[in-house]
């Protein structure tokens, strides 16, 4: 199983940048993604999640209208755009993989995960 993020960088505030996910080794159409970071110093947390069919996706409140996740089951891959940023953004970005599971916010819910790719957003 592996999981690729790629896509971050440094931006400036209020810039954008999308994310990219390539998942192989698994049935990637069957598992709901989600996409997590983790601050300088901070917790990880959750960031937004889409279910396998690409239908629902739900976000933490603070991306809500920012961030927009999906999904290409085609090309095994996730996305993360992200747009308006703020240097509170600045993190470690994760994808990761359930097999379904009931709380999708939580990160022991994932079965496999990515290693991060870095965001840097400066003011």
């Known amino acids: 199983v592996q999981l690729q993020a790629s896509g971050g960088g440094l931006v400036q505030a209020g810039g954008s940048l999308r994310l990219s996910c390539a998942a192989s080794?698994?049935?990637?159409?069957?598992?709901?993604m989600g996409w997590f970071r983790q601050p300088p110093g901070k917790d990880r947390e959750f960031v937004a999640v889409?279910?396998?069919?690409?239908?629902?996706?739900e976000y933490a409140d603070s991306m809500k209208g920012r961030f927009t996740v999906s999904r290409d089951n085609a090309k095994n891959t996730v996305y993360l755009q992200m747009n308006s940023l703020k240097p509170e953004d600045t993190a470690l970005y994760y994808c990761?993989?359930?097999?379904?599971?009931?709380?999708?916010?939580?990160?022991?819910?994932?079965?496999?995960w990515g290693q991060g790719t870095q965001v840097t957003v400066s003011s």
């Open positions: 990761a993989a359930s097999n379904p599971g009931s709380n999708y916010r939580l990160a022991s819910e994932y079965d496999y």
């Open positions: 080794g698994y049935p990637f159409r069957r598992y709901t």
């Open positions: 889409v279910t396998p069919s690409g239908i629902y996706t």
